[in-house]
């Protein structure tokens, strides 16, 4: 059972455009959200997040939305750029007050085209 | 500040060894976290250290196995490979007392075949 879903293996953007990434989660006791960014052969790094209190966070030119009723989130990203191409996992955490691990989504990877 | 360092960077094993993968977190970090990642699944949690003390495990067989030390350095242990279990293995370090609740900051991971 997926509880943190990212449909989209792949999305291509032209450079300059909105990349926007989706993700679904089916689990309501998730409360808090995070982006992370993998290039290859390197680890994920932490991009930006979103506590359930909020709908928007902001940073630069990545901005995070969060729409509790549809338990869905995006990821925008403008302008794209070429060293935005890199895999996106979407994560999740429980607000079960232990030491849940996060929950990720299996990754959407963002092509920029010149 | 130094990373996340985790070693060794690629090792290749055959079906029924065993294998120890280290983790050094980022200094004054005592939360250790373990992740697989492979093309189908995506990342998935192993299991994390604080203190010395798995708090939370996910839903591996026991055949994976960790520990942590009290200098917070983590070593995973995976017995009776087998062919399913090739993948990149993660290690994440965190400030937060409480798992999740903060920044994780992730190695370059350890890359792991087995044949």
């Known amino acids: 059972d997926q509880q943190v879903k990212q449909n989209s293996p792949s999305l291509s953007v032209q450079e300059g455009r909105i990349s926007i990434l989706n993700c679904d989660y089916t689990?309501?006791?998730?409360?808090?959200f995070l982006w992370y960014k993998k290039y290859p052969a390197e680890g994920p790094t932490f991009l930006i997040s979103?506590?359930?209190?909020?709908d928007k966070n902001e940073d630069g030119r990545f901005t995070v939305f969060l729409n509790k009723s549809a338990k869905h989130l995006s990821l925008h990203i403008v302008p794209s750029q070429p060293g935005d191409s890199a895999v996106y996992f979407c994560?999740?955490?429980?607000?079960?007050?232990?030491?849940?691990?996060?929950?990720f989504g299996k990754g959407t990877h963002l092509i920029i085209q010149p | 500040k130094a990373g996340v360092t985790q070693t060794p960077r690629y090792l290749i094993k055959t079906r029924g060894q065993q294998v120890t993968l280290s983790c050094s977190p980022i200094?004054?970090?005592?939360?250790v976290s373990w992740y697989q990642q492979t093309p189908g699944q995506g990342l998935q949690f192993l299991f994390e250290?604080?203190?010395?003390?798995?708090?939370n495990k996910g839903n591996f067989p026991g055949r994976f196995s960790g520990r942590q030390f009290s200098n917070s350095r983590s070593e995973m242990n995976v017995s009776t490979l087998e062919l399913g279990d090739s993948a990149l293995y993660l290690c994440?370090?965190?400030?937060?007392?409480?798992?999740?609740?903060?920044?994780?900051?992730f190695g370059e991971g350890s890359r792991l075949t087995v044949l």
């Open positions: 994440a370090s965190s400030l937060a007392a409480r798992q999740g609740s903060g920044e994780l900051f």
């Open positions: 689990n309501s006791m998730f409360d808090y």
């Open positions: 979103i506590s359930s209190i909020k």
């Open positions: 994560a999740a955490r429980g607000s079960g007050g232990g030491a849940d691990g996060l929950t």
């Open positions: 200094s004054g970090h005592r939360s």
């Open positions: 250290y604080f203190s010395e003390t798995q708090r």
